[in-house]
């Protein structure tokens, strides 16, 4: 998007130079013969880079619209509303600087996040009107835009129709939100990496694989002290059983050492 708006820009400047330029002869009682058109000309460029640059940013917020769990008027999203979303996007987004993009988005893998919520919220076993109440009202949640008048009557509807149908609706609800918070864009994912890896490689200037791997085992050992996962560990949250340690005695540790600790765990268990 900055290069097409800047490609608009110095469009712009030009033709307004140009512009500038046939006023002055103008003033000066200079001829203008052969100025108007090349001034016309660009004047035409730099408005159609603009249309251009605006299709484009209207084009790709309808995209990224496409991997959200609901759709702009509320519904559960799913792959073929958001295969046809990108379609109809797509032709605005050309260009070599959207050539990525463009293949990102047209990748059956990027939606596959969109199927396993599905997947996920009918494993959940609860009857199809009190899951797609519990969605409606999460639906709204997650669009705040949304409130209305109408949308605030509609959300209060569903609770009635929760209340009586489902007496404990709210904690239907909260399995509703896990599962929708459990699953995650792989784009997702490798941004949360390479932010990590961003900041050591800015602090390092030089991250070796060997150091990437030493930070990578003591996160995956460290307990979060805050949120819904405090006091537990990546490798805990894996259901990999090691050691209660600290991070520096698990690494006076010997390969034999802890392969033993390991193994009399697992028979233990």
């Known amino acids: 998007m900055r290069k097409a708006r800047g490609a608009a820009a110095r469009a712009l400047d030009r033709a307004d130079a140009a512009q500038k330029g046939l006023d002055r002869r103008g003033r000066r009682g200079q001829s203008r013969q052969g100025h108007g058109t090349a001034t016309h000309r660009l004047w035409q460029q730099a408005e159609r880079l603009w249309d251009q640059a605006a299709a484009a940013e209207t084009a790709w917020e309808r995209a990224r619209s496409a991997f959200e769990f609901f759709t702009p008027d509320g519904h559960l999203n799913g792959r073929a509303h958001a295969e046809a979303v990108v379609a109809a996007a797509l032709p605005h987004l050309s260009g070599a600087a959207w050539a990525k993009t463009r293949r990102l988005l047209l990748r059956r893998e990027s939606f596959t996040f969109l199927d396993q919520a599905r997947q996920r919220l009918t494993a959940l076993g609860l009857a199809p009107d009190v899951l797609a109440a519990l969605l409606d009202l999460e639906g709204l ?101 090691l050691p209660d340690l600290s991070f520096w005695e698990f690494l006076k540790l010997t390969p034999e050492r802890l392969r033993e600790t390991l193994s009399a765990q697992k028979f233990a268990a």
Do not use: I
């Open 141 to 241: 949640r997650r669009q705040p835009w949304r409130l209305s008048a109408s949308t605030r009557a509609w959300a209060l509807v569903r609770t009635v129709q929760l209340t009586k149908g489902c007496p404990d609706w709210r904690e239907e609800s909260r399995r509703v939100r896990a599962v929708l918070r459990g699953v995650w864009r792989a784009s997702s994912l490798v941004e949360c990496v390479n932010s990590v890896a961003r900041m050591q490689q800015g602090r390092h200037r030089k991250m070796t694989q060997g150091l990437l791997d030493l930070k990578r085992l003591y996160w995956n050992l460290r307990r979060f002290r805050t949120g819904r996962r405090k006091g537990q560990t990546p490798y805990g949250l894996l259901a990999l059983e």
